[in-house]
């Protein structure tokens, strides 16, 4: 739940990309329920998933160091994607079926 809404400062800011607090988040979340264009809510988001990707190295690391890498399997899953203002949207309504949210890669 890292990189979902609203994103919470702490994770955003150890992903390295952003650093806003909570009075800015809340800001962005006001603009983004209003479908205002963010330019910041993308280098958050950004952050956050970057947060994630450390998070999940360190796992890689920790199997790798105990010498089991070769006797695991590692499922990495999400449930989509997010908007951020494609199409003049954002986070994942219902009904949303553009690459945006539904690519994978």
Same mark, same amino acid.
């Given at each position: 739940?890292?990189?979902?809404?609203?994103?919470?400062? $702490? %994770?955003?800011?150890?992903?390295?990309? !952003?650093?806003?607090?909570?009075?800015?988040?809340? @800001? !962005?979340?006001? @603009? $983004? %329920?209003?479908?205002?264009?963010?330019? &910041? &809510?993308? #280098? $958050?988001?950004? !952050?956050?998933?970057?947060?994630?990707?450390?998070?999940?190295? @360190? =796992? %890689?690391? *920790? =199997?790798?160091?105990?010498?089991? *890498?070769?006797?695991? &399997?590692? =499922?990495?899953? &999400?449930? /989509?994607?997010?908007?951020? !203002?494609? $199409?003049? =949207?954002?986070? /994942?309504?219902? /009904?949303?079926?553009?690459?945006?949210?539904? #690519?994978?890669?």
């Amino acid at each position: 739940m890292d990189v979902h809404g609203p994103l919470e400062p $702490r %994770v955003v800011g150890e992903g390295g990309l !952003s650093s806003d607090g909570q009075l800015s988040q809340f @800001r !962005s979340h006001a @603009r $983004r %329920v209003s479908k205002v264009y963010d330019p &910041a &809510a993308e #280098a $958050r988001y950004d !952050s956050a998933v970057q947060y994630v990707d450390q998070q999940v190295q @360190r =796992i %890689v690391d *920790w =199997i790798q160091d105990e010498g089991l *890498w070769e006797e695991k &399997a590692l =499922i990495v899953t &999400a449930d /989509h994607g997010d908007a951020l !203002s494609d $199409r003049g =949207i954002y986070g /994942h309504p219902q /009904h949303y079926m553009y690459d945006e949210l539904l #690519a994978c890669g």
